[in-house]
């Protein structure tokens, strides 16, 4: 079993659209989770750290399950510019280091 | 802003062939990364050092080596390049302390082993 399970789609959502990405870890030790952006051909970047109260920023909201340990993303009227490759990524702290995990990525193409 | 770059964006090596992949961050950040990136599998770690001469195995460090001479330069080393070792190879680096979980990555090298 993969430490961190997405659904690779692709998501195929008209401009406008509402769309939830879903995320699920195994390690119950994870300590922080974040989901990261990569547009086709390029490197990942941070998109937002998700914290146990949720949190929102402008169109995106992320929201963490610690008890059936899931972490999903809600994009808000969907922009042609939304369309990449969304990465869920679990961290575990030990000692001097970050042991972070990453998804295989859900793709996302937002059409006209 | 954080910068981290990598000497290709795309290299093609034959099987055998010694391969060097080089990595610099301008941030001064403690610790570097090398993962790789194959379709369905994820970002999956190579290496990492946590400061300089320092280094730890990923999850597949098989027919890999890093170097870390520099604080600023993490390398990643094919000792003997195999078709299986053809993907994306991304560099990161973090650093120590409120911030460290975010990490900046390199735009990438696409290598291909014929």
């Known amino acids: 079993r993969k430490e961190v399970e997405q659904d690779p789609g692709p998501f195929n959502v008209p401009e406008g659209a509402t769309v939830a990405f879903n995320c699920t870890y195994s390690?119950?030790?994870?300590?922080?989770f974040f989901w990261y952006r990569q547009d086709c051909r390029k490197e990942p970047k941070l998109l937002m750290s998700v914290y146990s109260s949720g949190n929102e920023d402008g169109r995106f909201t992320a929201q963490l399950n610690r008890a059936s340990q899931y972490i999903s993303l809600l994009i808000r009227d969907s922009k042609l510019s939304d369309s990449a490759t969304y990465l869920c990524?679990?961290?575990?702290?030990?000692?001097?280091?970050?042991?972070?995990?990453f998804g295989a990525g859900t793709r996302l193409t937002v059409k006209p | 802003d954080v910068k981290v770059t990598q000497s290709s964006r795309y290299l093609v090596k034959r099987t055998g062939e010694k391969v060097f992949l080089e990595c610099v961050q301008d941030m001064d950040h403690e610790n570097m990364f090398w993962y790789r990136q194959d379709p369905g599998l994820g970002l999956r770690l190579i290496y990492f050092s946590y400061d300089v001469k320092m280094k730890e195995k990923g999850d597949i460090p098989e027919g890999y080596s890093v170097s870390r001479e520099k604080k600023e330069r993490f390398s990643l080393i094919l000792e003997s390049a195999s078709t299986n070792q053809t993907s994306m190879y991304l560099c990161?680096?973090?650093?120590?302390?409120?911030?460290?979980?975010?990490?900046?990555f390199g735009p990438g090298t696409r290598l291909t082993v014929l």
């Open positions: 990524v679990v961290n575990i702290y030990r000692g001097n280091n970050n042991d972070m995990r």
């Open positions: 390690n119950s030790a994870s300590q922080s």
């Open positions: 990161a680096s973090s650093s120590l302390g409120g911030t460290a979980d975010t990490q900046y």
